[in-house]
């Protein structure tokens, strides 16, 4: 093979560098405005400094998402969009390329969570929204997971208590809208002691989650709509009463079964 035939091969090498067009400095580095074609193929609009993405920007993707925002030194970094392949949508804050700060998130399923995140996590206080059921979950989380004092509110009803590694624990109550509480708490497998502990222990192939166990239902609080307060149970012969025995039942059964809901 000539000369000029392997020199023709090593142009043929030569890794593509991308293209700019766009403002620079003195020293010939990418500065100010400009547009970037990667040698990805993905593409970059926006400011740039010392060769570097930073400030406001738009990065698309070969594969067609897209983040829309601040960039600090190539990073995602300040207040900024993201556009998922699957369809999900981040909007928040950034800190060096990780959501962290306050931000909202809508997935693929249209569930969404408004709330705090710590290094790409869901951290701190936040409110999770499930679209299909309508219910919130408004609480803490650590890592990701649901964990600390929250409210879990349904339809017709809401649980108040604590959470831990995504699981009810320990005393709360339910709250129904006719205007009555369950109190009672969640105690986990380990701690359900009884006849159970003389027989063998069986492995289960899914973990066990908390059992309700319930204490009292309070009395029902009538609304007097023509009095400025509400007369006290021991002073209203019918506002004292429990709910019919039917309607008890009913409410038992609905904590037990949307109780596992979170």
Same mark, same amino acid.
């Given at each position: 093979?000539?000369e000029q035939s392997d020199e023709e091969g090593e142009e043929e090498a030569? &890794?593509? $560098? ?12 990418? =500065? ?6 990667? %040698? ?9 400094e010392h060769n570097l993405r930073n400030g406001q920007g738009t990065y ?9 925002g601040e960039y600090l030194q190539n990073k995602k970094h300040g207040q ?74 349904? $339809?017709? =009803? ?30 986990? %497998? ?14 289960? &192939?899914? &973990? ?13 609080? $009538?609304?007097? &709509?023509?009095?400025?307060?509400? %007369? ?8 004292? $009463? =429990? %709910? ?19």
């Open positions: 093979m000539s030569e &890794p593509y $560098l991308g293209e700019y067009d766009g403002d620079r400095n003195n020293e010939g580095e990418r =500065h100010g405005h400009g547009k970037a074609v990667l %040698p990805n193929g993905d593409k970059y609009e926006g400011e740039y698309r993707f070969k594969s067609g998402v897209c983040y829309i900024g969009t993201f556009y998922y392949p699957d369809g999900s949508k981040y909007e928040g804050s950034w800190v060096d390329d990780q959501k962290h700060g306050y931000g909202e998130y809508t997935y693929p399923n249209g569930d969404t969570y408004a709330g705090e995140w710590f290094k790409d996590n869901r951290h701190g206080q936040g409110t999770y929204t499930y679209k299909d059921t309508g219910s919130m979950y408004v609480g803490g989380w650590v890592n990701g997971i649901q964990e600390g004092e929250a409210e879990l509110i349904h $339809l017709n =009803h809401r649980y108040r208590g604590k959470f831990l590694k995504g699981n009810p624990v320990g005393g709360g109550k339910y709250i129904f809208d006719i205007g009555c509480e369950q109190h009672g708490e969640y105690i986990l %497998p380990e701690e359900v002691k009884g006849e159970e502990e003389d027989e063998e222990e069986e492995e289960s &192939p899914l &973990p066990a989650e908390p059992t309700w166990k319930a204490k009292e239902i309070t009395k029902l609080i $009538l609304w007097a &709509p023509n009095e400025e307060k509400a %007369p006290a149970p021991s002073e209203a012969p019918n506002a004292g $009463l =429990h %709910p019919t025995k039917d309607a008890e039942d009913e409410q038992i059964r609905e904590g037990e079964n949307e109780g596992g809901m979170y």
